[in-house]
């Protein structure tokens, strides 16, 4: 499989798990159950901003606090990709 290809399968992989964290109705950047999502959404998947530009339009009073709940979005993605890797192995041994 030529590189190219192995990049669009890991890309595919990484936005299915990244869809998996959204949140409830309608995104919006203040709704708590989009916070996660919306951390990804900005720095890695669309928009690629800077930290400070997140922070400020997820309305954030500390920037600690932004970098906690980043950390926590990007753990949380790690977690949604292993239990896909888990179903998926269970898919192949039924």
Same mark, same amino acid.
């Given at each position: 499989?030529?590189?190219?290809? +192995?990049?669009?399968?890991? /890309?595919?992989?990484?936005?299915?798990? @990244?869809? +998996?964290?959204?949140?409830?109705?309608?995104?919006?950047? $203040?709704?708590?159950?989009? /916070?996660?999502?919306?951390?990804?959404?900005? /720095?890695? @998947?669309?928009?690629?901003?800077?930290?400070?530009?997140?922070?400020?339009?997820? =309305?954030?009073? $500390?920037? /600690?606090?932004? @970098?906690?709940?980043?950390?926590?979005?990007? =753990?949380?993605? @790690?977690?949604?990709?292993?239990?896909? =890797?888990?179903?998926?192995?269970?898919?192949?041994?039924?």
């Amino acid at each position: 499989m030529p590189a190219v290809d +192995r990049g669009l399968a890991v /890309r595919d992989v990484l936005t299915e798990a @990244f869809e +998996r964290l959204r949140g409830n109705g309608y995104r919006k950047d $203040s709704a708590a159950d989009w /916070r996660l999502y919306n951390i990804l959404h900005y /720095r890695y @998947f669309k928009n690629h901003l800077k930290n400070d530009h997140i922070a400020a339009r997820l =309305e954030y009073t $500390s920037t /600690r606090q932004y @970098f906690r709940d980043r950390s926590k979005a990007l =753990e949380t993605l @790690f977690n949604v990709l292993l239990e896909m =890797e888990a179903a998926t192995a269970s898919d192949d041994n039924e």
